[in-house]
Structure formats: structure tokens, C-alpha cells
């Protein structure tokens, strides 16, 4: 009979983990969403001194759950529209629990050879299942964010160069500056990019965008008045709205520039539209962009945080991150860690290979569609109704809307827009967020969990009505 070891203490706390969370995943369906919970609460609820002694793990579990249970929202449940934040698969959840339980540096190859080729091979599969050029480098990201950061390194690199210096080794102080044009829609995230790669927020020239879609004549004119290489940043599903930029007629752009140009495109959610025939042509070009920055924690519908990257040029990305130690070994193996910021990586592949491999092409295809139908239902039943207004085309799986009923002023709106969602989030029955577009104060509900149905649609709809006009 062997000896215990101190692993077997892991298994009591594993075991009401799992109790948590199992109880946690079959009430989704009847959860509130969120619970109207304020700052100071939580930090009654949660904060005290650090212990001097520590407690039975098992228990510590317990207790944070029980402590923090009204400040969890249930984002990952099947009425949360949010923002755009996806659920999270059987099959992907329980990925990403065998993923902590190996605890796994998915940096290099040597540590966990397993680790780096199931990388490998969920980028594959992931250029397959959206018909992007096989010969492009990829990489596992934290999410949109990273993937953004870490294209547009890859686009510093290469534009530096043609600018006749090395951005990695000799710095951007002293030298050139590397323009970047984009529309007025560009996600938050890639300005913040910008800001962190050095290249500056006051970099990037705007360019106007009609609906969310970039005009391609201020995009030319912006071309035309910038000398030498630069970056252009393209949008493939703008947040707002879910609308798309032009991207052949922007590659034919970016192509005509006599100084050269790289062209990223923030792909976050939009990229997914390549699975639906009817949705497809919004993507094409995609294959002439030399980064695309895609979410998976969105769409894929894998647990936070999860995101991936592609760029055409090896190159460029390798020279933008690459490091060396004498106690990091160098071999005829991939090492993810130097095409990447950190070089500790969580081993984010195996929940997207064991969704990927659970579901196919065919289970992501429904999933995508299904979202897009339950998107336009909503937009169906705000444009029939006397109390919604609908401010921009459903072009894909978002919705932008506010309420406008009859006897209210315009200028009073936003206010009631503002204090609607807030009371639909107290509600509990469902969760959306505010937004501008076209100078108004709006709602947005975007549609990309794996269970949402048009029940859930239909309970979304009822609180919008049923707040609304208790508010008026």
C-alpha cells in the first residue's frame, strides 16, 4: 500500500469545485443575469486582513463562492448580451478544466512538447475553418486585444523596415514615424495597441466611416498624403453595428500605395461571419491582409481568455519578439513563446481543440447562424414596435436600437435610454449595454452564445417592455 502524497490533499477541494461549479452551470437558464450590487458591498462581502493561518482549501472554495456569489454575473449563460462575450462549450469547458489541472507553460516546445502542437493544430484548424491562406504563421492570444497587439508588432516590424530602421533592436526614439490610418470606428483595443507598441495614439489618422463601414474615397485621399510605408487598419465586424469594411477595395488601396503598406484587420467576431453563405462575401480580401486579429473567447465560445492571431510574414513577427538566454535552449522546434509578448503561456489550445474537435465545422456553422437569427428576430420586433427604434441595419449578430416612445423629447432620451439598461440590469432577466451611435444614446445586444434561443429572445424582449414602461 503506498503512502499518501500531498497531491490526494488536492482532491476534497477538487471535488467541491466541482459541486460549485456543476450546480453553477445547470442554473444558468433560471440565474438572475446580474444582481443590482454596488462597490462598497463587495468589499464588505470580500475584503478583510490576510490570515495568519490558513483554513481547509476545500473550504476557502466554499467560502469565496458563498462570499461573492451577488457580484457574479452569468455572462456565460444564455441571456447575457452584453458587451460581445460568448458562453462557454461542454466540450470547452471541459478543456480548459484539464488545462489547470496539467498546468501546462505552453512557451516552449521542450517544457510540453503536447502543449505546442496542439497549438499548432488548432491554428490549423482554425485557418481551415475560415479559408485563410495555410502558409500564414499563427498564435494562441489572451484575446482580440493581444491578437490586435500582437499584429500590429508584426506591422511595426515590417513598416519599420521600410523605413530604413530596425524597430525592435534600435527603438522608435529618433526615428521615422510610422503613420497609421483607420476609420473613425476602430476598436478601442487597437488604439490602446498603438499606445502600448510605442507607435502613439496621436499616430493614427481617422478616416470618416458611412454606418460603420470605412469611405473608401477619405481612405484614398489619406494615402495619397502620407509619404513612405505606413499600417492601415481595417475593421471585419465594427462593434457597434457588426459592420464591415470593403476589405478587397481597401487590399486594392493599400496595394496602389507606392510606399508600401501593412494591412491589419481587427477580425474580433466579424472573422465567424465566414461560415455562413449568405454572410461570406462581407469577408472578401481577407486573404490579402498581411495580420488579422480574431477573439475566441467571443464566437468560439471558450472560456476567458482566449484569442488568436495570423500574420503573412514569419518574419516580421519572430523579429518583433524575439529573445534568447543561455538557459533557454534553441532547437529545430516551434517555440510559441518567441512570437508572443509573455513567454509563460496558459495552455489555451486544448479548450479550443477539444470544442473544435466536439463540434466541427458544421456545429460552428449552426452556432454562428443561430446567433445571427436570433439577432435579427430582435431587430424584426424593434422595427414593428411603436416604443424601439432601430439605428443601424442588423448586418450581423449586434444590435443598436434605444427605446423612443411616443411624448418623450429628444432631449430627453438618452437619460431614458441610459436609466433603461441600468434597470434592465437590475431586473435580472437579461443583460444588455449602452453605446452612441449616430449621436444618440443607444442600446446594444449582441447575440454570440452557443445556447441563447428564441425563448431567450423573447424573455430579452418582455424585460425591454415591461421596464420600459415602468420607467415612463
Given amino acids: 500500500m503506498t503512502d499518501k502524497t500531498p497531491y490526494q490533499d488536492s482532491l476534497p477541494a477538487l471535488e ?19 444582481q443590482p450590487v454596488t462597490p462598497e458591498e463587495m468589499q464588505a462581502a470580500l475584503d478583510e486582513p490576510l490570515a495568519e493561518s490558513g ?14 456569489e451577488r457580484g457574479i454575473v452569468a455572462s456565460s449563460g444564455p441571456r447575457f448580451f452584453g458587451y460581445v462575450i460568448g458562453g462557454t ?55 482580440a486585444t493581444h491578437a490586435n497587439l500582437i499584429g500590429l508588432a508584426a506591422a511595426r516590424q515590417w513598416t519599420g523596415q521600410q523605413r530604413g530602421f530596425d524597430p525592435a533592436d534600435d527603438g522608435l526614439g529618433g526615428q521615422p514615424a510610422i503613420p497609421v490610418i483607420s476609420s473613425t470606428e476602430i476598436h478601442m483595443s487597437a488604439r490602446k495597441s ?11 489618422t481617422t478616416v470618416p466611416a458611412t454606418d460603420g463601414s470605412v469611405d473608401l474615397d477619405a481612405l484614398q485621399a489619406a494615402l495619397d498624403a502620407t509619404d513612405g510605408a505606413c499600417i492601415v487598419i481595417a475593421n471585419a465586424g465594427e ?20 510606399g508600401g503598406v501593412w494591412l491589419h484587420v481587427d477580425g474580433a467576431f466579424g472573422l465567424f461571419a465566414r461560415l455562413l453563405a449568405d454572410k461570406a462575401a462581407n469577408l472578401d480580401g481577407i486573404e490579402r491582409a498581411n495580420s488579422v486579429a480574431v477573439d475566441a473567447h467571443k464566437w468560439l465560445n471558450v472560456p476567458y ?34 512570437q508572443v509578448p509573455e513567454m509563460s503561456r496558459r495552455f489555451r489550445g486544448l479548450p479550443a481543440w477539444c470544442a473544435l474537435k466536439a463540434y466541427g465545422r458544421e456545429g460552428y456553422a449552426a452556432l454562428v447562424q443561430r446567433c445571427v437569427d436570433n439577432a435579427a428576430l430582435l431587430g424584426r420586433w424593434i422595427e414593428a414596435s411603436d416604443d424601439f427604434e432601430l439605428l ?16 418623450v423629447s429628444d432631449g430627453k432620451l438618452d437619460d431614458l435610454n441610459r436609466r433603461l439598461i441600468t434597470a ?49
Avoid at 462593434?239 to 507606392?258: E, I, K, M, R
Wanted: net charge negative; charged share 20%; aromatic share 10%.
Fill in 16 to 34: 467541491r469545485a466541482w459541486k460549485l461549479a456543476s450546480a453553477y452551470v445547470a442554473g444558468l437558464p433560471e440565474r438572475p443575469v446580474a
Fill in 55 to 68: 483554513c481547509d482549501p476545500a473550504a476557502a472554495v466554499e467560502e469565496w463562492f458563498d462570499r461573492a
Fill in 89 to 143: 462549450t461542454p466540450a470547452a469547458l471541459a478543456g480548459d478544466w484539464l488545462a489547470a489541472t496539467i498546468d501546462q507553460d505552453a512557451g516552449l516546445w521542450d517544457a510540453t512538447p503536447a502543449s505546442v502542437h496542439t497549438e499548432l493544430v488548432v491554428l490549423r484548424w482554425l485557418k481551415e475553418l475560415f479559408d485563410l491562406p495555410r502558409a500564414w504563421t499563427g498564435t494562441m492570444a489572451t484575446s
Fill in 194 to 204: 498603438l499606445s502600448t507598441l510605442g507607435l502613439g495614439r496621436s499616430s493614427l
Fill in 239 to 258: 462593434v457597434n453595428t457588426g459592420a464591415f469594411d470593403p476589405l478587397d477595395a481597401v487590399a486594392d488601396l493599400c496595394d496602389a500605395h507606392p
Fill in 305 to 338: 481568455d482566449s484569442g488568436f492571431a495570423f500574420v503573412s510574414d514569419e518574419a516580421a513577427l519572430t523579429n518583433a519578439f524575439r529573445s534568447s538566454a543561455a538557459y533557454i535552449p534553441e532547437g529545430d522546434y516551434p517555440d510559441p513563446g518567441a
Fill in 392 to 407: 443601424a441595419p442588423v448586418n450581423l449578430n449586434i444590435v443598436c436600437f434605444r427605446y423612443a416612445p411616443s411624448g
Fill in 424 to 472: 434592465v440590469q437590475h431586473d435580472g432577466r437579461a443583460f444588455v449595454t449602452p453605446t452612441t451611435w449616430g449621436g444618440k444614446g443607444a442600446i446594444r445586444a449582441a447575440f454570440d452564445n452557443w445556447a441563447t434561443s428564441d425563448a431567450d429572445v423573447e424573455i430579452l424582449w418582455a424585460a425591454l417592455n415591461e421596464v420600459g414602461n415602468e420607467l415612463i
